[in-house]
């Protein structure tokens, strides 16, 4: 059975840090696109980040344009992506879910076969 496990969200001021890690287990990611989308009171879920993993490498990463600067994406290995967030602002106060796909590239919501149970992030002003 496919899991996706979230880990680092919390409570952060503005200005501050945090850095989220997705674990996968029940099958192998290598070739696959993990990453993250967000969720806001309200709004649509939207993307955020997504690298694939190939080789032993990543082969691609893609970053939502909007957060280019103070977002980034790293693949530890096949099973686990991270992804640093810093100089957080409240507007990116969300829930934050893990996401994997098949495809060459993920940044569409249908482009994810499997998602995490998402972890709070919450940025105080």
């Known amino acids: 059975q496919v899991q996706l496990v979230e880990s680092g969200g919390g409570l952060v001021q503005a200005g501050g840090s945090l850095r989220l890690s997705c674990a996968a287990s029940?099958?192998?990611?290598?070739?696959?696109?993990m990453g993250w989308f967000r969720q806001a009171p309200g709004k649509e879920r939207e993307f955020v980040a997504s690298?694939?993993?190939?080789?032993?490498?990543?082969?691609?990463a893609d970053l939502a344009d909007s957060l280019k600067g103070r977002f980034t994406i790293s693949r530890d290995n096949a099973n686990t992506v991270s992804m640093q967030m810093n100089s957080l602002k409240p507007e990116d106060t969300a829930v934050y879910y893990c996401?994997?796909?098949?495809?060459?590239?993920?940044?569409?919501?249908?482009?994810?076969?499997?998602w995490g149970q998402g972890t709070q992030v919450t940025v105080s002003s």
């Open positions: 029940g099958r192998t990611f290598s070739r696959y696109a």
């Open positions: 996401a994997a796909g098949r495809g060459a590239t993920m940044t569409r919501k249908s482009d994810a076969d499997y």
């Open positions: 690298v694939v993993w190939i080789g032993g490498s990543t082969y691609r």
